[in-house]
Structure formats: structure tokens, C-alpha cells
């Protein structure tokens, strides 16, 4: 490093130690937002300048001279060499749905310090870590799928097990994120009309990148980015226009452009709509967190919620039950580290990356735009007033449907708001009510209009700024899901193929549309009930969705670990190790609490149990509306107890299994044996990073090659 570079990296380390100081040691002084993403952005930066580097040269040792599956199989299908900027895109759209915005929100009854400790903290040392190994192991095992690495590489017991619970898992998210989005589309024209034309856009770009103009990624990117802002403002023009009736779609009707929608996804070449679009939509996401965070910066807005509340030591919050060990590592999930990624990280990508040296910006890169978004959702959730954010976040059993109830009750909690208060801020962006809006997209929406109509209009703006991050929240979660289910395709795929090994070729076309309509059926028909009955379908699972995401984690982590010690890497084991122990110790305690809480807030099956008693009794308790429900409710709990007992017993068995093959390679490192794919020359020519370096655009230069990098007829030393 140069002095000038040296210089550059201590000031950076200062400013993010600067704004750590300032979260850390406040006392009831206000505190600007500005320091939180000081702290943040700081924190970033050195993480992925050093520690993403040093896992990337000296952990894994990127071979930028060994040949990808997208190189060796490309087949224009599934296996395509991808820009590596298109497949940021891709990647970071895959994996960034709804936990980043709602995770972060949700946990911020906690205060703003525990939630933004574990999302910086834990993306540096786990998610991301997490999302570049796996992708590295599976680029180096032709793209192989999760539960098929760890069934090749763990051993048939414990490979079985993960493979039964990745995909049961899989299609809970999957089906989870659908059903984010039916609420977020039913009958908004402005948001189905701009959503919608992301797909002709997408097909555009894809064949302007494949047929017109090979390579041109800016030149498409203007293009496709101007389409998509007018897309945008056309929707609320539709949305004001006679057209609007035709955009205004119900939930069930809704469900069944997706499930079309995500089979066709699926099974289309990646380089046609799914590369596209989902790059696309990057452009948008990070384009308006930028926006926010910019408006962070010019509005400096305050911090309003505590750093730490009386919640995180009680742990009987109104928004969600349990201690904050280990329930706000459960919240916040994709902020900090997602299960979920791993198969996008073993699903999509590995197929289509050019380089391995390109794992560090994809794989660690992407996560942490993720988790600056998450640090944007917890900052938009702590400038509003705290009596604000639990009248919005509270069930209605808790705040009750009157302003004055939720004034009343929000005092209890000891935080002041008034009835007035809570009736103007639902005015002020033209909603009827804004009690008991839970889930985290009100609040997220509520924050950006706060910031962005400080900036940009005033007050007049606030219901605009609303209602755009609505649409923006489900154009977000969106894009995960039709990359989710090609993942789950693959995986699908993979699994079947230790039955019938034909289904292992992922061109092979009965395989992929057989796979593609199991995995869209199986969510679509979760998400079909769930839509018909409130408290049946993916309602029904809903419960399990954080602890299930965060099992899902801890199999990516064993795999990861696995790999490095069988790999003979032993002594860097404890890159994937660490995060894995502090894993399995949060969501085993999670799950144990879960089975056997005795408070009915927390615990299945005291929840079970005292909706029984309430039936023996002839008594109807909320949120039941009849007898039925009841019942079912009781069917409901005992269901996720059962499954959650299940989840993590599946995840028991696949820790020990790599623990003995972990042990066993230990002392007689020649028995390892790998699935390792034979090392085949690359004759592609690449930058690893999103912008090329000086060397790297000497070599493009000689090779005759555009920035997008391409194949040569000979390697270029």
C-alpha cells in the first residue's frame, strides 16, 4: 500500500470508529442519523477491502486461471457467462427481498444499538462471509446446489437430512415473499402497471445485450433505467386514468400471474428475462437507498428511538414476544445473515460468473448493499417518534382501532403520543389509519417519507413519498422470488438426479419443467390458501419463517466449514466456524424456546394448549372470531411446534455428520475425497471488481476486449 492509500484507509477507519463512538457512548443526548451511517459505511469499507480480500487470496485462493461452469457448460440456458456488473445485479436482486427492509424494523423495539451492531457486525464476520464461500465452493463443483454439496461432501445421512430440509424450508421463504407482495399489489394499479413493465423492459435488455449490441452493458443500462423511471411515473398516471380498473388486481387473481410468472422465470434462458430484470430492479433498489441515505445526510434527522429499550431486558414486546437474545438475531435475518442466499449463491450465479476472482464482489459485495439497506430500514424506523412506531407495529388486540386506545395503550408502554398526533401522521399520507399496519413495510414507508419530504417538496410530498416506497418494497421483494424458484428448480433437479440421473442435466427439458412446476406448485398452493383463509396455508407457516431462514444458514456454514477442512485449510477453518457456532447457538435457542416456552407469546405448544383449554371451556379467545378458528388455531400451533422440532433435529443430524467428517479428515487427511471439479484452463479474460484496474484494462486491451471482459482464442498470461 502507498502512503496516499494508507492515509485514504485510517481516515475511513476513523469516521466509522467516529460514528461507533457516538451510538456507543450517548446518553440521552440526540443523536443524527448521519452517525449510524457513518458507522456503518465505515465499517463497510474496511471489511471488504481487507478481511473480503484476505478470505478471497489467502482462504480460498481464487484462481482467475481455472475455467467456470458458465465457461465449460455454457449451453445459453442456465450456464452463461455473465458480465460480472449484470450478474451483481442478479445476484444482489436475488438475495435482497423482504428481510432487509422488515427485519431491521421490527427489531428496533429493541432500540436502534442491538439491532445495528448485529446487522453491521454480523454481515462482515457472517452473511457475506457466508455468501462468497459458498459461492466459491459451488462455482468450483459445477453449481451444484446446497443439499447436493452437502450430500457429496458431508456424507448420505447428513446430506439427506439437509437436503429434506433446504427444500421444505425453500418453499416457506418462497412462499412467505409471495405472499409480502400480494399485499403489496392488491388493488394498487400504480404499482402492478410498474412492476409489470419490467418484463418487456428486461426482454429488451436481454436481447439488445445477447443479439443488437453484445457487451454494451452502459449503453444498455441507460437505455433500461430510463424505461424503467418512466415506467414508474406512467404507473401513477394509470393509476389516475381510466386504465386504472384494469391494473387493479385482486390477491387472487394476482397469485396466478405469479405462478405463471415464476414458471416461465424459470425455465426461459437467464441471459433472456432473468439477468435482465433482476438488474433492472438493482438500479432501482440501490438507486433509492442511495437517494435515502443522501437524504439522511442533507436532512440530518434525529434518532428518536432509545439506543436501548426496556424490551430488549424484558423481553414481552408489543411487536413480537422473546428476549432479545436470541430473537433479534431471528428479526433481523437477511440483514446480517440469510440462509436464503446460499442458494442463490449454489443456484443461479455459480452458472453464470466468469471468474472465480469475481466471488469477492458478488458473493461479499452484494450482502453488504443488502446490509446497508438494512441499516437504511433501521434508521427509517428510528426517526419517527417512538409512540408513533408501536401504535403502527402493535397488533390490534394490543393498541385496539381507535386513536385514543393506541394513545392509551402506547403510554403503558411508557412512551408518549397523543390521539391527535396518531390522526394527523395517517392524514399526512392519506391513509384512513395507520394503527396496527404491522409487519415493517408501513414504517419503512412511513421513515423514507419523513426523509425524503424533508428534502423534496415538504410536508405536500409525504403522501407520494409513501405510497412510492410501497411500490418500491414490493418491487424489492419481488425479484427474489423468480430467482427462488429457478434455485429451487436446481435444486429439485439435483435431488431427483440421485434417483433418475437424467434429471441432473439442467438441459434437459421434462426435467426442468416437471422441477419448475413442482416448486411453483408447492408455493403457489401454500400461498392460495393462505390468501383464501387468514389463518390457514403460508399463515399457517409464517411462525417458522426467521428460525427456518437462519437453520438454513447454519447448513450453508457446516458445508462451508466442511469444504475448508477436507480441502486441507484447516487452519482457516475458523472463518466459516466461528460464525457457525454463533449460528446454531442462536436458532437452537430460538428453536428450543419456540418448542418448549411456557409463555404462549413464545412457545407453540403453550399457545396450543391454552387455545385448548379455552375450547374445553366453550370460550372463543382472539384472535379467533368463532369455534372453528379456535381449532384451528390449535391444529396451527401444535403444526409449527412439531415442524420445529423437526427443522432443527434435521440440522442436528447434519452438524454431526460434518463434525465426523471433519474429525475423521482431520486424522487421516488422504481419506478426504472431494467432488471437486479437474482444473480446466479459462479462456476468458475479466475484472473481478465492478471497476477494472489498471492491469486489468492493459490485459482487456491486449486480449482486444471491451470493459465486460469476453473469451479469447487464447488465454492472455
Not at 428486461?202 to 433500461?224: D, Q
Request: proline share 4%; glycine share 10%; hydrophobic share 55%.
Amino acid at each position: 500500500m502507498t502512503p496516499k492509500s494508507i492515509a485514504v484507509w485510517v481516515l475511513v477507519a476513523l469516521v466509522g470508529a467516529a460514528g461507533w463512538a457516538v451510538l456507543a457512548l450517548s446518553r440521552g443526548e440526540e443523536v443524527s442519523a448521519a452517525w449510524l451511517l457513518a458507522a456503518a459505511l465505515g465499517s463497510y469499507a474496511i471489511g471488504y477491502r481487507f478481511y473480503a480480500r484476505f478470505i478471497a487470496h489467502r482462504v480460498l485462493k481464487v484462481d482467475k486461471t481455472r475455467a467456470t461452469p458458465a465457461e465449460r457448460l455454457d449451453n445459453g440456458v442456465d450456464f452463461h457467462p455473465t458480465d460480472r456488473r449484470v450478474l451483481f445485479g442478479h445476484h444482489f436482486a436475488a438475495v435482497a427481498g423482504a428481510g432487509p427492509l422488515v427485519g431491521p424494523v421490527l427489531a428496533a423495539q429493541m432500540g436502534y444499538l442491538p439491532g445495528t451492531i448485529w446487522i453491521v457486525a454480523g454481515v462482515i464476520f457472517a452473511g457475506a462471509v457466508q455468501d462468497m464461500v459458498t459461492l466459491f465452493f459451488s462455482t468450483r463443483r459445477d453449481g451444484r446446489s446446497l443439499g447436493q454439496m452437502a450430500r457429496d461432501e458431508i456424507g448420505p445421512v447428513g446430506g439427506a437430512a439437509a437436503l429434506v430440509a433446504v427444500f421444505a424450508i425453500m418453499i416457506i421463504l418462497l412462499a412467505v415473499l409471495a405472499l409480502v407482495i400480494v399485499n403489496a399489489l392488491a388493488h394498487s394499479p400504480w404499482g402492478v402497471f410498474s412492476i409489470g413493465m419490467t418484463i418487456p423492459i428486461a426482454l429488451f435488455m436481454g436481447f439488445y445485450l445477447r443479439v443488437l449490441r453484445p457487451g454494451r452493458v452502459t449503453e444498455v443500462s441507460v437505455i433500461g433505467v430510463a424505461l424503467l423511471l418512466l415506467a414508474i411515473v406512467a404507473g401513477g398516471w394509470v393509476a389516475e386514468s381510466s386504465l386504472a380498473s384494469t391494473f387493479t388486481l385482486e390477491k387472487e387473481t394476482l397469485i396466478i400471474w405469479m405462478v405463471a410468472y415464476g414458471f416461465v422465470a424459470s425455465v426461459l434462458p437467464v441471459w433472456m428475462l432473468l439477468a435482465p430484470r433482476d438488474y433492472l430492479s438493482t438500479f432501482m433498489k440501490i438507486g433509492t437507498i442511495a437517494m435515502l441515505a443522501l437524504g439522511v445526510v442533507i436532512a440530518m434527522p434525529t434518532l428518536r428511538m432509545p439506543s436501548v429499550t426496556e424490551f430488549a431486558s424484558r423481553g414481552d414486546g408489543p411487536v413480537f414476544a422473546g428476549s432479545m437474545f436470541p430473537f433479534v438475531f431471528i428479526t433481523i435475518a437477511c440483514g446480517a445473515l440469510s440462509g436464503f442466499h446460499a442458494l442463490v449463491s449454489s443456484g443461479t450465479t455459480p452458472k453464470m460468473i466468469q471468474k472465480e476472482t469475481q466471488v469477492r464482489v458478488i458473493g461479499y459485495g452484494s450482502m453488504l448493499t443488502e446490509s446497508f439497506v438494512a441499516v437504511m430500514a433501521m434508521i427509517c424506523a428510528t426517526i419517527i417518534e417512538p409512540g408513533l412506531f408501536f401504535a403502527v407495529n402493535s397488533p390490534a388486540g394490543v393498541v385496539g382501532t381507535t386513536v385514543q386506545s393506541a394513545s392509551q395503550a402506547v403510554a403503558d408502554f411508557g412512551f408518549a403520543v397523543s390521539p391527535e398526533y396518531l390522526a394527523q401522521a395517517a392524514k399526512d399520507v392519506e391513509e384512513s389509519s395507520l394503527l396496527s399496519r404491522t409487519g415493517g413495510a408501513p414504517t419503512f414507508a412511513l421513515g423514507m417519507s419523513e426523509i425524503f419530504s424533508a428534502v423534496v417538496g415538504g410536508a405536500g410530498m409525504k403522501a407520494f413519498w409513501y405510497h412510492f416506497a410501497i411500490m418500491f418494497e414490493a418491487l424489492f421483494i419481488l425479484t427474489t422470488l423468480d430467482a427462488g424458484t429457478r434455485v429451487g428448480r436446481f435444486m429439485l433437479q439435483d435431488t431427483l438426479g440421485n434417483v433418475h440421473k437424467s434429471f441432473k442435466d439442467v438441459s434437459w427439458k421434462p426435467g426442468v419443467w416437471l422441477a419448475s412446476a413442482l416448486v411453483v406448485g408447492a408455493w403457489g398452493y401454500f400461498l392460495w390458501v393462505g390468501v383464501k383463509d387468514p389463518l390457514g396455508g403460508i399463515n399457517q407457516l409464517f411462525p417458522l419463517f426467521g428460525i427456518a431462514n437462519q437453520l438454513l444458514a447454519a447448513v450453508a456454514l457446516a458445508v462451508c466449514t466442511t469444504l475448508l477442512v477436507k480441502s486441507g485449510r484447516l487452519k482457516w477453518a475458523w472463518v466459516t466456524g466461528v460464525p457457525l457456532a454463533w449460528d446454531v447457538a442462536v436458532t437452537l435457542t430460538a428453536s428450543y424456546q419456540k418448542i418448549f416456552s411456557d409463555d404462549v407469546k413464545v412457545g407453540f405448544f403453550a399457545q396450543r394448549d391454552k387455545y385448548r383449554e379455552g375450547i374445553e371451556a366453550g370460550q372463543v379467545l382472539k384472535p379467533a372470531k368463532n369455534m372453528d378458528e379456535m381449532h384451528t388455531i390449535v391444529t396451527n400451533a401444535t403444526v409449527d411446534g412439531v415442524l420445529s422440532a423437526l427443522f432443527a433435529l434435521l440440522i442436528l443430524i447434519v452438524l454431526l455428520d460434518a463434525l465426523r467428517t471433519c474429525v475423521k479428515a482431520v486424522r487421516n487427511p488422504a481419506s478426504a475425497t472431494l467432488s471437486e471439479v479437474p482444473w480446466t484452463e479459462s479462456k476468458i479474460v475479466a475484472p473481478a471488481g465492478l471497476i477494472a484496474t489498471r492491469e486489468e484494462r492493459a490485459e482487456l486491451a491486449a486480449a482486444g476486449l471491451e470493459s465486460g471482459g469476453g473469451r479469447v482464442k487464447e488465454p492472455v498470461a
